[in-house]
C-alpha cells in the first residue's frame, strides 16, 4: 500500500496543479469543490487509503488536452496493480470522448489493447492491434503483442508472420523464437499427418538456427515411428554435436536405436565416450550396464571403483552395493545397499539460462519469462 501511495503521489500533483489551474483561468464558481474534493484525495493517500484516493482523483478531473496525460498515467497505475477491469474502464470513458484529438485516440487505443492482454481478452486485443497496425508510431508494439497473441493461440503460422515483422523492425534478432515456432508447426503437421510439410518446417528451424537440438528431436522422432533407427540415429547423433549435454535427457532414444540395430559393440563405444564427456549419473549408470552385460559384472565393479577413488558421487556407490549385492548375497551389504537406493533418486534436472527457472521436466518456452530455447540440462 506504502509503494501505492507513493506511485500516486505524482497523479496527486498533477491533480493538484489542475486544480490550482482552473482555479486561475475560470471564475471561482467551482474551485471550492474542486479543492476540497482534492484534499479529500490527499487526505486518503496521507492515511495510505488509495483506494479512495483513486477514486476522488478520477472523478475530480475533467479530460482535456491538460488533463488526458493524468488520465493515461492512472490507467497505466490501474494496470499495474492488477485492476485490469478499472483500466479498461477508464479507457473506453476516454475512447468515447468526441473532444480526443486523433494521436490521442490511437494512443488511447494502444493503452486499452494492452489492457485486453492483461485481462486475456486475446479477441479484443487483436482486432484493436490490427487496427493499431497500419500507424507507424505504435506498429512495434503492435508487432509484439500481436506475435504474443498468435504465439498463445497457437497460430503458428500467423506467429512467424508476424516474428519476421519483427525481425525487420528495429528489434533484435528472432533466430531462436522462429527455430521454435518452425518446430510448433511441423508438430502439427504430423498430427495432421503432413509429413513432408513437417519436415521442410524442421529444415527452416534450422536454417534460422543451428543449434536447434528441438528440430533433429522432432527429426528422430519422426523416423523412430517409421522405425527407420539408422536415420533417427543420425538425427540424435547431431543432437550430440549441437550440445552434448542433452544426451542424457534423450539417452533412452539412443540405446533403442542401437539395440535395434544390435551393434551392441557401438553402444558400449558411444556410451564410454559420452560417460567421459558429460558428467551424469544417467549415463554412468547406462555405461556400467552395458559394460556388465558386454564385458562382465567384474569390469564394471572395477570401473566403478575406479571412478568412485577419483569423485565419489552418491550415485556410483549406490550403484556399486546394488552390484555387489548381485555379486556376494550379503545380508549386511544389502541392508546397505536399500538405504542407499532410498536416498538417491535419478532424475533430470533443467534450468533456464535468463531468469533460473528450475525444473525436472524439459520446456521448450521457459513457463516463467517465457523465452524460447533457454531452458538447458543440468548434469551432476
Ligand atoms: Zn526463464
Redesign the pocket.
Known amino acids: 500500500m506504502v509503494e501505492l501511495a507513493l506511485a500516486l503521489l505524482p497523479v496527486a500533483a498533477a491533480t493538484g496543479w489542475y486544480v490550482a489551474h482552473k482555479h486561475y483561468k475560470n471564475s471561482t464558481k467551482h474551485s471550492t469543490l474542486d479543492h476540497s474534493t482534492y484534499f479529500q484525495g490527499l487526505n486518503h493517500l496521507i492515511n495510505e487509503q488509495s483506494d479512495k484516493a483513486v477514486d476522488v482523483f478520477v472523478n475530480l478531473l475533467e479530460i482535456d488536452s491538460e488533463t488526458i496525460e493524468v488520465h493515461l498515467a492512472l490507467g497505466t497505475l490501474f494496470r499495474k496493480r492488477g485492476e485490469v477491469e478499472k483500466a479498461i474502464r477508464l479507457h473506453q470513458n476516454l475512447m468515447a470522448r468526441p473532444e480526443l484529438g486523433h494521436v490521442v485516440r490511437l494512443g488511447v487505443l494502444n493503452e486499452l489493447g494492452m489492457d485486453y492482454m492483461h485481462a486475456g481478452l486475446l479477441d479484443r486485443a487483436e482486432s484493436l492491434f490490427l487496427e493499431l497496425e497500419q500507424h507507424p508510431e505504435h506498429r512495434l508494439n503492435v508487432t509484439k503483442q500481436l506475435l504474443s497473441i498468435y504465439q498463445q493461440e497457437k497460430e503458428w503460422l500467423k506467429a512467424i508472420n508476424y516474428a519476421r515483422k519483427l525481425q525487420s523492425l528495429d528489434s533484435p534478432p528472432q533466430h531462436v523464437l522462429l527455430a521454435h515456432l518452425h518446430c510448433e508447426l511441423a508438430l502439427m503437421l504430423i498430427n495432421s499427418h503432413d509429413a513432408k510439410e513437417a519436415k521442410s518446417n524442421l529444415k527452416k528451424a534450422l536454417k534460422y538456427d543451428q543449434l536447434c537440438v528441438r528440430s533433429n528431436l522432432i527429426n528422430a522422432e519422426i523416423e523412430l515411428v517409421n522405425k527407420k533407427y539408422k536415420v533417427a540415429l543420425e538425427y540424435l547423433m547431431s543432437i550430440k554435436q549441437q550440445n552434448n549435454n542433452f544426451v542424457p535427457v534423450f539417452l533412452e532414444m539412443f540405446i533403442l536405436c542401437f539395440n535395434q540395430l544390435k551393434k551392441q559393440n557401438e553402444k558400449l563405444q558411444f556410451l564410454a565416450i559420452v560417460e567421459s564427456e558429460i558428467n551424469s549419473d544417467l549415463l554412468t549408470n547406462a555405461f556400467v550396464l552395458a559394460l556388465s552385460e558386454q564385458k562382465g559384472n567384474e569390469n564394471a565393479v572395477v570401473f566403478l571403483k575406479n571412478k568412485l577413488s577419483e569423485s565419489p558421487r552418491l550415485s556410483d556407490i549406490t550403484k556399486l552395493s546394488s552390484m555387489l549385492v548381485d555379486k556376494r548375497g550379503d545380508l549386511e551389504i544389502k541392508t546397505l545397499s536399500d538405504a542407499l537406493n532410498a536416498l538417491y533418486h535419478q532424475r533430470l534436472h533443467f534450468l ?1 539460462n ?2 533460473g ?1 528450475d525444473s525436472e521436466k524439459l520446456n521448450w518456452m ?1 513457463p ?2 517465457k ?1 524460447w530455447g ?1 531452458i538447458t540440462p543440468v548434469n551432476n
Open positions: 533456464c535468463r531468469c527457472f521457459c516463467s519469462c523465452h533457454t
